[in-house]
């Protein structure tokens, strides 16, 4: 995997990329209680309403479904790569490699993340997913 962020501090939304690959519960120790969190889909049919939530109580029914039901064998990150962009926003680029439950096939999946964060914790989580490819 390869982590790349341009400071000495890795960004809030890279160490919560982190933990989320790796299953680490203390991911949500980067989340903050005020949280704005979204997936977004391009070009896809699925519905997806149940992936937006805010504050920190919506966090754990969305992460128990992405679980059970997208990564239902965990994922693996190729690539995180967060630019800061300035004032504590970030637009990260996440690359990953998982079994996609729905679809019952390992796919690859790139998606861009723009995100905030203060006091070393996320409070605006917006991310699209670019479709995934069958591998």
């Known amino acids: ?9 890795p ?13 680490d519960p203390d991911m ?6 005020e949280i704005d969190f979204r997936i977004d889909h ?11 939530g805010k504050g920190l109580a919506a966090m754990g029914p969305i992460l128990a479904r992405l679980g059970a039901e997208v990564f239902p064998q ?13 004032d504590g926003w970030h637009l990260t ?9 729905l679809k019952a096939q ?3 999946s790139l998606t861009y993340i723009l995100s905030h964060e203060v006091a070393g914790k996320v409070d605006y989580f917006r991310e699209t997913v670019t479709g995934t490819q069958a591998i």
């Not at 995997?1 to 341009?6: C, F, H, L």
């Not at 391009?42 to 937006?52: F, G, I, N």
């Not at 680029?93 to 439950?101: E, K």
């Open 1 to 9: 995997m390869t982590v790349q962020t341009p400071t000495e501090t």
């Open 11 to 23: 960004a809030a939304i890279a160490q919560l990329l982190q933990k989320f690959a790796a299953g």
């Open 28 to 33: 949500m120790a980067h989340i903050a209680e």
């Open 42 to 52: 391009y070009a896809d049919d699925l519905d997806v309403s149940w992936q937006a």
């Open 74 to 86: 965990g994922t693996e990150a190729l690539e995180i790569e967060a630019q800061p962009l300035g």
């Open 93 to 101: 680029r996440f690359h990953q490699r998982f079994f996609y439950g």
């Open 106 to 108: 390992t796919v690859t």
